[in-house]
Nanobody, 118 residues
């Protein structure tokens, strides 16, 4: 599965962005999908994920109540609505899918840069 992220940009603290992740090869509709982020010089960290049928979601503690993950399987797309953004959310955001036998797919795309100014 090859994924492409988009929707990042520069926003002021307290603002919102909506990230999109679309499958350009294969499909993500059969898998748990997730968003991750990477700060400069740091390892990539989990942000949120969603089950194939959207009945279960999971968030890292620092984004709970601010970020919402969703998906549209008809469009083979996963979204991350980010509200009340903070400067500490500044990072490159990536999406991935979790294969039942292998875990999260580590063939990462380019990601999308999110920059939050104070």
């Amino acid at each position: 599965v090859a994924l492409v992220e988009s929707g990042g940009g520069l926003v002021q603290s307290g603002g919102s962005l909506r990230l999109s992740c679309v499958a350009i090869e294969g499909t993500l509709r059969d898998y748990r999908a997730g968003w991750f982020r990477q700060f400069p010089g740091k390892e990539r960290e989990f942000v949120a994920d969603i089950s194939p049928s959207s009945d279960r979601t999971l968030y890292r503690e620092s984004v709970k109540g601010r970020f919402i993950i969703s998906r549209d399987n008809a469009k083979d797309t996963v979204y991350l609505q980010m509200n009340s953004l903070k400067p500490e959310d500044t990072a490159v955001y990536y999406c991935s899918v979790e294969f039942p036998s292998r875990g999260w797919n580590d063939a990462w795309g380019q990601g999308t840069q999110v920059t939050v100014s104070s």
